[in-house]
């Protein structure tokens, strides 16, 4: 079966944990300062620093602007349901703004009537490495003295214009979790061009503990995962994760999972920071590759699968393959699994949280979450996957 998601898992990762048992907090600071400094140049210069994870960015972001409990924050309203929960968690009150079916992001429309007197600050998410408009978002918060947030957890190595996604808000978080263009087992970003911001934030970076166990622990999971993913018992195993009535729900199970070995509020390692450099120096090749094999792909669809509007606002880095199915989505998967294809549907791929937040005024995220569907397309798909995948989805949509 052709899986919905492969880890870029090569020798030097396995090699590097284990030389990693035992490295001093010193040896592991000179890394990740190595680290920041060529991800820094990745993003137009702009000063980043290494985080536990994209959350745990956000957090920071939000304590050194002085968002706290009671104060609205704008969040797009296709965006992964946790991030409603990590808000409220802190008090605050987000508000959902909606997207456009296309592009599958926030507008500067659907955020204008979003913001009310209460508003603080305005989260941007990037959606699938899918660059937003953020010459309309920037004018209209700036209108209200707003920061914006770019949320670019899936795409580091998009580009607006000549400019780096990330270098245009107040700040911007990327997430280095392991299926996202830059993996290092967990961890992320924090850039930003405010001194203030950033000060604030290394205060609190600096001093963290340093517990590189955590990450072994996640690294030595997603190793066996990928084992597991790569062997044929994944066909028999894909069909009772994800059965018809039961999509969302073992995506939140999983994620639960993970979220209980994500090492939170801990310094970065050196073995993500090495990690980190090789999967930067491999970013542009790895966005390339697979931003081809997308193109072509969306060429092959049949006429009821709409692949999302990548790049209407700058080119795309590569994250996901996903389209909007006029039909019945259940139907569609059941046969693509029967004929060895792993598609993700609804909550699998992204959530729809306007209904979590008690809204009903975002119909553009609600279409969009009742008609997505995940198509595999990573490192682990050659032309020869590609073509398979393109006949397996014709057959299944009745093509």
Known sequence: MIPRRRIDLGLADLTDLWHALGESRDAATAQVRQFETEAASCLGGIPVRATASGRDALDLILDALGIGAGDEIVIPAYTLGELVTRLLGRGLRPVAADIDTGSFCVTPETVARA?????????????????????GLLDVAGRHGLPVIEDCAHAFG?????????????????????????????????????????????????????????????????????????????AIAARMMFREHQAGGFERLYRGLHDRVRPDHVAFSGFQARRGRRRLHALDTRNHRLNGLWRQLAEALPPRLLPQRRELYGQPAAYNFVARYEGDLVRLRRRAQAAGLDLAIHG??????????????????????????????????????????AEILGEAAGQ
């Not at 607006?160 to 967990?186: N, Q």
């Not at 963290?208 to 993913?229: F, I």
Request: positive net charge.
């Open 348 to 389: 699998e791929v992204l959530d729809n949280v306007a209904p979590l937040l008690g809204q009903t005024d975002c119909p553009g995220a609600a279409s969009v979450y009742a008609q997505a569907v995940g198509i595999p397309l990573h490192l682990g798909v050659g032309d020869r996957q590609r073509v398979r995948i």
């Open 158 to 234: 998009a580009t607006i214009g000549d400019r780096p996604a990330g270098s245009m808000g107040a700040a911007a978080l990327f997430s280095l979790e392991v299926a996202k263009p830059v993996a290092t087992f967990g961890g992320g970003l924090l850039a930003t061009r405010d001194p203030v911001l950033l000060a604030r934030a290394a205060d609190t970076l600096d001093r963290r503990a340093y517990a590189s166990a955590a990450v072994m622990r996640k690294a030595l999971l997603k190793s066996v995962e990928e084992l597991a993913v790569r062997s044929p018992a994944y």
């Open 115 to 135: 913001i009310t007197p209460r508003t603080r600050a305005v989260i941007a998410l990037h959606v699938f490495g899918a660059p937003c408009d953020m010459a």
